[in-house]
C-alpha cells in the first residue's frame, strides 16, 4: 500500500501560481510512477502531468504544457506540480496517483493509489 496526502491547494488570481504537493508514505516510493490528476466541476476527471520513478520521463497534457512542471524528490518520498500562468479553466480538485502504467501514463486506471485530493480555484 501507498497512501498520498496531497496540500497545496487554495484560491489564485488568474495569471497567479501555486505549487502542490503530494507527500507518500508505506511501500517503496521511488519504484512508482507518479502522476497527476484533476477533476473540475461538471467534467471528467483528466490527466494533468506524470514522472517516472528516475525523475528522467515527464508527460504533460496539451492544456499544460509550458505552464506547469512536475518533479518528485525521492529522498524525501514527495512529488510536486509547479502551476504557472493558471486560468479559470485551471479550477478543479488535484489529485496525485501511484502506479506502474507502463506507456499508459494518462490513463487513471493504470494508477492503483490515490491521494484524496486539494481544491485550487482560479478565480478570473
Known amino acids: 500500500q501507498v497512501q498520498l496526502v496531497e496540500s497545496g491547494g487554495g484560491l489564485v488570481q488568474a495569471g497567479g501560481s501555486l505549487r502542490l504537493s503530494c507527500a507518500a508514505s508505506g511501500r517503496t516510493f521511488s519504484g512508482y510512477t507518479m502522476g497527476w490528476f484533476r477533476q473540475g466541476p461538471g467534467k471528467e476527471r483528466e490527466f494533468v502531468a506524470a514522472?517516472?520513478?528516475?525523475?528522467?520521463?515527464?508527460d504533460y497534457a496539451d492544456s499544460v504544457k509550458g505552464r506547469f512542471t512536475i518533479s518528485r524528490d525521492n529522498a524525501k518520498n514527495m512529488v510536486f506540480l509547479q502551476m504557472n500562468s493558471l486560468n479559470p479553466e485551471d479550477t478543479a480538485v488535484y489529485r496525485c496517483?501511484?502506479?506502474?502504467?507502463?506507456?499508459?501514463?494518462?490513463?487513471?486506471?493504470?494508477?492503483?493509489?490515490w491521494g484524496q485530493g486539494t481544491q485550487v480555484t482560479v478565480s478570473s
Open positions: 496517483a501511484a502506479g506502474i502504467p507502463l506507456r499508459f501514463v494518462a490513463s487513471p486506471s493504470r494508477y492503483p493509489y
Open positions: 514522472i517516472s520513478w528516475s525523475g528522467g520521463n515527464t
